[in-house]
């Protein structure tokens, strides 16, 4: 089997050549895609490579869920609506089985979100997935990092923390407890906040996604609307995960750990109500903190109000 086998095989049967607008896909030298006049591209892209993003170990449709699933937040964190993908696949051999069990999980997620890949390559070499998500949102309605306005509210999807218990689980048997399915789903198979990033434009003032840790990400956010935050740490939706650890480990988990691929986005005050109960109705939100005018600083505060200093602050895999 060729490379073009193993596409047409693999990947390129599981999706329509030509659909909506998509005017042609995989099997030319380029995808040809109709962008509607009144709408904007919104493209990321990311390289997963092992033993840097994910362990050698690591089961071939977990890292191709991960592959996907932390460009649609990406593309989640743009306020976009994710349309079509293209997948760079650097493989050590040409083990079918592998290629099997990755293309049938990346494939089963694509159609689930309604993607369409479209394009890609095939090549030998040290093991790494690079997938590009092209997304569209009405035109100057995608959300950016820079709209942060002093006297806005921060707000959170979802808990944080599961996933970096499950990483420090791994990296350390004996200091961490067995993670839950749950910790490990969190770190292997993170869903994407699509609904949410679609309801945030013409509501949200700045968003992102939260790879790196909170606090790193909301540090973007500042920088790049050249505002300061306060977040209280009582405020947090801690993952019940990190209940098992003592308090200020729990806490750098939770705001450093990263891998949570929740959004973290700031609205105005004194928005109606029904923005919040919308958000709601689609996952949990919470409220942790303010934007101010100590540019690029972010304060913690603990529930005495007094000032908390977290011990490790850029939290990366592997380094
Ligand atoms: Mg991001």
Redesign the pocket.
């Known amino acids: 089997m060729n490379e073009f086998d193993i596409i047409e095989k693999y990947f390129k049967s599981a999706y329509p050549s030509s659909k909506g607008n998509l005017t042609l896909g995989i099997g030319d030298d380029a995808a040809i895609i109709n962008v509607a006049e009144e709408s904007e591209l919104v493209i990321?892209t990311d390289t997963l490579v092992s033993g840097v993003h994910f362990f050698e170990n690591t089961l071939p449709e977990d890292i191709a869920y991960k592959a996907l699933s932390?460009n649609l937040?990406?593309i989640a964190?743009m306020g976009a609506l994710p349309r079509w993908v293209s997948l760079s696949l650097t493989l050590p051999s040409k083990d079918l089985d592998w290629i099997e069990k990755f293309s049938s999980s990346f494939n089963q997620l694509a159609i689930d979100q309604s993607l369409i890949l479209i394009g890609g390559d095939l090549t030998k070499g040290p093991l790494s997935i690079t997938v590009q998500i092209h997304g569209v949102a009405p035109q100057g309605q995608s959300l950016r990092r820079s709209g942060a306005n002093v006297g806005d509210l921060i707000y959170v999807t979802g808990e944080l923390g599961a996933a970096a218990y499950a990483l420090k689980h791994i990296e350390d048997s004996n200091k961490f407890a067995q993670s839950t399915d749950k910790e490990i789903q969190r770190l292997y198979r993170p869903d994407a906040r699509i609904k949410t990033g679609l309801e945030l434009r013409n509501v949200a003032t700045s968003c992102?996604?939260?790879?790196d840790g909170l606090l790193a990400?909301l540090g973007h956010v500042l920088k790049a609307s050249n505002v300061g935050a306060e977040i209280k740490l009582s405020e947090i939706p801690y993952s019940d995960s990190l209940k098992k650890l003592d308090e200020d480990l729990a806490i750098t988990l939770a705001l450093t750990g990263g891998d949570d691929y929740e959004l973290c986005f700031t609205l105005p005050k004194g928005l109606p109500d029904s923005v919040m109960d919308e958000l709601k109705l689609i996952c949990p939100v919470h409220c942790i903190g303010q934007i101010n005018k100590d540019v690029s600083k972010l304060s913690l505060i603990n529930e005495n109000d007094e000032l908390y200093e977290i011990k490790s602050k850029a939290y990366r895999h592997f380094n």
């Open positions: 990321s932390v937040s990406d964190a992102i996604d939260i790879s990400d």
